[in-house]
């Protein structure tokens, strides 16, 4: 099978019994001394016409999907979702359809830049042994969670720094905020668990949980089952925002509000819901003024009345998130939309709120840094306080608002190492780049946070063999640790990341009630790589106590702005890219759901407000905001307020490989280094101005699916 280990050689490492006919297929823990080879070197086990399996997860972002991969003839063809996870169940979105366009990225980091790996080994020694501890610290992305547990206990272990883990994925998000209120609220911090699926009506307001927001796979079935009108009355959907996301356009009844008065509307809902029900007020609506709020928020109150009296008579379930949070007052907004569950007195219950379950092998809910946390963690930086920044899993250049100054700041450190796997910003910055593996060549493994109600740890295990000299981040610390001995080595006692891995999964034979048992580690591994994972069957959401929630007196009061102009700044995720999805032209290429727009960067204008401004689709206009300027292509949105104006974050990178540099704009170079409460940077709490910078030029322009002349008649008897 290879030049080492011969078929007899390999059974003996495989086990007996099951775990041998999983080492068969590739799956059992000695595979990883198999090379998966291409057509040129084939393999033994592997013909010419038959297509092998892997079961693995999902690293295109930290929701934690099971993957199997379909591979012919060594090379990895086709992904689909692992109908065996309970997370995803058989289903995958874009980006996990497009991670074979990473894993076969003509730009990927191809080496270590000291040339070889030794010398990269020994650089990363001498960092750790050369100075304190306490001058050492790690960033970390949102996934993958074994190797930041590895970091965690060597940071533990040596006195070095915990490591410190964001994405902007969480940011937007606005995860913190939701934590925190779940914390004030009922004792608990943690994520809520929305049950979508036993709902009669939703009322969202600003939770985009159809396109990026904390688990969009689990939610989108959830509502599929809201919508199955066969053995039920067909569930109803109203969406709170400002700009109509793709989530909105689904929506049954979408509200256009003002930015910053959600917290108002819920609560005023709330009081005429409670009004139309008879009884007590609660205390909780009890200030509230609904002629007021509708003023404010800029509806009319005929139609708050009339939601009001959907609520009264129907099961609803209320999900604050997205922009909604990144308010000064979002941790108000957030205790006030989850106070309308308390209202329809929904915790606990089918088509209500829950607490997210612990995954297995963890005892307590970990977010990832704040956006507050993280400026603490720029200032640490500039300060000179860590000499020596090791980069994994994120990209911080880009995805950190460039007004916490986190660029400059590297200038600071002494030594910046980074883990990339592609050329991107940070890794730019750094002064030594040693590229781990693409996620379909790396063992792991990955909690999942939110969106199952049973405990469920994804594995991961390589789908090909490497393409390029690359190696596991996890590999090259426990061999530096090594390297630089004593309370190093001590920490990291492992042959390889593998080794590390089985030390953790094995823990979990000791569990009942899981999706698999096995008598030995072997095995129990073994099957953990044929099942794409561990799950426990049991409900592990936590029910939560709302009695006293009605009891609070909720400020709602309305939202602070920053800066000058005259346009609400709503930023968004783009459903199809995210923060890294902008090197993969299948997602460059994928249609936006409500512009159809490719390839670049758009700010949505309502017509009326262009018309005012003199401005045309196509045109390039500067937004400007206290903390910067970007300029852009002009659409025209007519699902957009008109004192607002929208931009989707995932382009504008200066690296990042040539499907992703120099195209389009960053939105989050106009952010302020703003925060509400919970520490959340408020994204959607910026106020910017518009100015024209040229006309738009005849065959020059945003690329669409859908062109203007289909969406406004544009060409149809006169010049544009």
Same mark, same amino acid.
């Given at each position: 099978?290879?030049?080492?280990?011969?078929?007899?050689?390999?059974?003996?490492?495989?086990?007996?019994?099951?775990?041998?006919?999983?080492?068969?297929? #590739?799956?059992?823990?000695?595979?990883?001394?198999?090379?998966?080879?291409?057509?040129?070197?084939?393999?033994?086990?592997?013909?010419?016409?038959?297509?092998?399996?892997? @079961?693995?997860?999902?690293?295109?972002?930290?929701?934690?999907?099971?993957?199997?991969?379909?591979?012919?003839?060594?090379?990895?063809?086709?992904?689909? #979702?692992?109908?065996?996870?309970?997370?995803?169940?058989?289903?995958?979105?874009?980006? #996990?359809?497009?991670?074979?366009q #990473?894993?076969?990225?003509?730009?990927?980091?191809?080496?270590?830049?000291?040339?070889?790996?030794d010398?990269?080994?020994?650089?990363?020694?001498?960092?750790?042994?050369?100075?304190? *501890?306490?001058e050492?610290?790690?960033?970390?992305?949102?996934?993958?969670?074994?190797?930041?547990?590895?970091?965690?206990?060597?940071?533990?272990?040596?006195?070095?720094?915990?490591?410190?883990?964001?994405?902007?994925?969480?940011?937007?998000?606005?995860?913190?905020?939701?934590?925190?209120?779940?914390?004030?609220?009922?004792?608990?911090?943690?994520?809520?668990?929305?049950?979508?699926?036993?709902?009669?009506?939703?009322?969202?307001?600003g939770?985009?949980?159809?396109?990026?927001?904390?688990?969009?796979?689990?939610?989108?079935?959830?509502?599929?089952?809201?919508?199955?009108?066969?053995?039920?009355?067909?569930?109803?959907?109203?969406?709170?925002?400002?700009?109509?996301?793709?989530?909105?356009?689904?929506?049954?009844?979408?509200?256009?509000?003002?930015?910053?008065?959600?917290?108002?509307?819920?609560?005023?809902?709330?009081?005429?819901a409670?009004? @139309?029900?008879?009884?007590?007020?609660?205390?909780?609506?009890?200030?509230?003024n *609904?002629?007021?709020?509708?003023?404010?928020?800029?509806?009319?109150?005929?139609?708050?009345?009339?939601?009001?009296?959907?609520?009264?008579?129907?099961?609803?379930?209320a999900?604050?998130?997205?922009?909604?949070?990144?308010?000064?007052?979002?941790?108000?907004?957030?205790?006030?939309?989850?106070?309308?569950n308390?209202?329809?007195?929904?915790?606990?219950?089918?088509?209500?709120?829950?607490?997210?379950?612990l995954?297995?092998?963890?005892?307590?809910?970990?977010?990832?840094?704040?956006?507050?946390?993280?400026?603490?963690?720029?200032?640490?930086?500039?300060?000179?306080?860590?000499?020596?920044?090791?980069?994994?899993?994120?990209?911080?250049?880009?995805?950190?608002?460039a007004?916490?100054?986190?660029?400059?700041a590297?200038?600071?450190?002494?030594?910046v190492?980074?883990?990339?796997?592609?050329?991107?910003?940070?890794?730019?910055?750094?002064?030594?780049?040693?590229?781990?593996?693409?996620?379909?060549?790396?063992?792991?493994?990955?909690?999942?946070?939110?969106?199952?109600?049973?405990?469920?740890?994804?594995?991961?295990?390589?789908?090909?063999?490497?393409?390029?000299?690359?190696?596991?981040?996890?590999?090259?610390?426990?061999?530096?640790?090594?390297?630089?001995?004593?309370?190093?080595?001590?920490?990291l006692?492992?042959?390889?990341?593998?080794?590390?891995?089985?030390?953790?999964?094995?823990?979990?034979?000791?569990?009942?009630?899981?999706?698999?048992?096995?008598?030995?580690?072997?095995?129990?591994?073994?099957?953990?790589?044929?099942?794409?994972?561990?799950?426990?069957n049991?409900?592990?959401?936590?029910?939560?106590?709302?009695?006293?929630?009605?009891?609070?007196?909720?400020?709602?009061?309305?939202?602070?702005?920053?800066?000058?102009?005259?346009?609400?700044?709503?930023?968004?995720?783009?459903?199809?890219?995210?923060?890294?999805?902008?090197?993969?032209?299948?997602?460059?290429?994928?249609?936006?759901?409500?512009?159809?727009?490719?390839?670049?960067?758009?700010?949505?204008?309502?017509?009326?407000?262009?018309?005012?401004?003199?401005?045309?689709?196509?045109?390039?206009?500067?937004?400007?905001?206290?903390?910067?300027?970007?300029?852009a292509?002009?659409?025209?949105?007519?699902?957009?307020?008109?004192?607002?104006?929208?931009?989707?974050?995932?382009?504008?990178?200066?690296?990042?490989?040539?499907?992703?540099e120099?195209?389009?704009?960053?939105p989050?170079?106009?952010?302020?280094?703003?925060?509400?409460?919970?520490?959340?940077?408020?994204?959607?709490?910026?106020?910017?101005?518009?100015?024209?910078?040229?006309?738009?030029?005849?065959?020059i322009?945003?690329?669409?699916?859908?062109?203007?002349?289909?969406?406004?008649?544009?060409?149809?008897?006169?010049?544009?």
């Amino acid at each position: 099978m290879t030049e080492k280990f011969s078929r007899r050689d390999f059974l003996k490492l495989a086990g007996l019994g099951a775990a041998t006919s999983a080492i068969l297929t #590739g799956c059992g823990p000695a595979s990883r001394y198999v090379k998966r080879e291409p057509y040129q070197q084939m393999p033994e086990y592997n013909y010419v016409g038959q297509n092998t399996y892997y @079961a693995t997860t999902c690293r295109e972002c930290a929701a934690g999907c099971g993957l199997v991969v379909r591979t012919y003839q060594g090379r990895a063809i086709k992904t689909e #979702g692992n109908a065996n996870n309970p997370l995803n169940l058989g289903k995958t979105c874009a980006r #996990g359809q497009a991670t074979l366009q #990473g894993l076969y990225n003509p730009d990927r980091v191809q080496g270590p830049s000291t040339g070889d790996w030794d010398s990269a080994i020994q650089a990363v020694a001498d960092a750790l042994k050369n100075y304190k *501890p306490n001058e050492i610290a790690f960033l970390m992305g949102m996934a993958p969670d074994h190797l930041f547990d590895l970091v965690s206990e060597l940071a533990s272990a040596t006195g070095m720094n915990a490591p410190v883990r964001f994405g902007a994925l969480g940011m937007f998000e606005s995860r913190a905020t939701l934590s925190k209120a779940a914390e004030n609220l009922f004792g608990q911090a943690g994520l809520p668990w929305f049950d979508i699926n036993g709902a009669e009506v939703v009322f969202s307001f600003g939770a985009n949980f159809l396109e990026t927001w904390l688990s969009p796979l689990p939610y989108t079935r959830g509502f599929v089952g809201l919508r199955e009108g066969e053995t039920k009355l067909r569930g109803a959907f109203v969406q709170f925002e400002a700009r109509m996301s793709a989530t909105g356009a689904k929506a049954d009844h979408w509200v256009p509000v003002r930015p910053g008065t959600e917290g108002l509307v819920a609560l005023a809902i709330g009081k005429l819901a409670a009004e @139309a029900r008879g009884g007590a007020m609660p205390r909780a609506f009890s200030s509230v003024n *609904p002629a007021d709020v509708a003023e404010q928020a800029g509806v009319e109150l005929e139609a708050l009345e009339e939601l009001a009296a959907m609520f009264a008579t129907r099961k609803v379930l209320a999900i604050p998130g997205g922009a909604a949070l990144a308010q000064s007052n979002g941790l108000e907004v957030a205790e006030a939309v989850l106070a309308l569950n308390a209202l329809s007195d929904n915790f606990g219950q089918a088509g209500g709120v829950y607490l997210s379950g612990l995954a297995p092998m963890q005892t307590e809910y970990n977010r990832p840094a704040s956006a507050q946390e993280m400026k603490s963690f720029v200032e640490k930086m500039k300060s000179g306080a860590f000499k020596v920044l090791f980069v994994h899993g994120v990209n911080p250049v880009f995805e950190v608002p460039a007004s916490l100054g986190f660029k400059e700041a590297l200038g600071s450190v002494e030594q910046v190492i980074s883990f990339a796997t592609f050329p991107d910003e940070t890794a730019a910055e750094a002064k030594y780049v040693f590229p781990d593996h693409h996620g379909l060549e790396s063992w792991g493994y990955q909690r999942v946070a939110t969106g199952s109600d049973k405990p469920v740890l994804s594995g991961a295990q390589p789908v090909v063999s490497p393409y390029y000299d690359t190696r596991a981040t996890a590999d090259v610390l426990i061999a530096a640790a090594q390297l630089a001995g004593g309370k190093f080595a001590e920490a990291l006692p492992f042959k390889d990341e593998v080794e590390f891995i089985e030390t953790k999964v094995s823990a979990l034979m000791a569990e009942a009630d899981g999706s698999f048992s096995a008598a030995d580690p072997v095995t129990f591994m073994a099957y953990f790589q044929q099942h794409g994972g561990w799950f426990k069957n049991v409900d592990a959401r936590v029910s939560l106590d709302g009695s006293a929630v009605l009891n609070n007196n909720f400020k709602g009061s309305e939202a602070e702005f920053a800066g000058e102009g005259e346009f609400f700044f709503v930023p968004f995720v783009s459903p199809t890219m995210a923060e890294a999805g902008a090197n993969k032209p299948w997602l460059q290429e994928l249609a936006d759901p409500t512009t159809t727009v490719m390839w670049n960067t758009w700010v949505e204008i309502n017509p009326e407000t262009a018309h005012e401004l003199g401005l045309h689709d196509d045109d390039v206009v500067k937004v400007i905001s206290e903390a910067g300027e970007v300029e852009a292509y002009v659409y025209l949105y007519p699902a957009i307020r008109p004192d607002t104006i929208a931009m989707p974050f995932g382009q504008g990178h200066t690296a990042y490989g040539r499907y992703a540099e120099n195209r389009g704009a960053n939105p989050a170079d106009l952010l302020g280094a703003h925060f509400n409460e919970a520490g959340d940077i408020t994204f959607g709490g910026m106020k910017v101005k518009v100015e024209k910078v040229k006309s738009a030029a005849r065959g020059i322009g945003l690329s669409r699916l859908e062109s203007t002349m289909g969406v406004y008649g544009d060409s149809l008897g006169e010049e544009h």
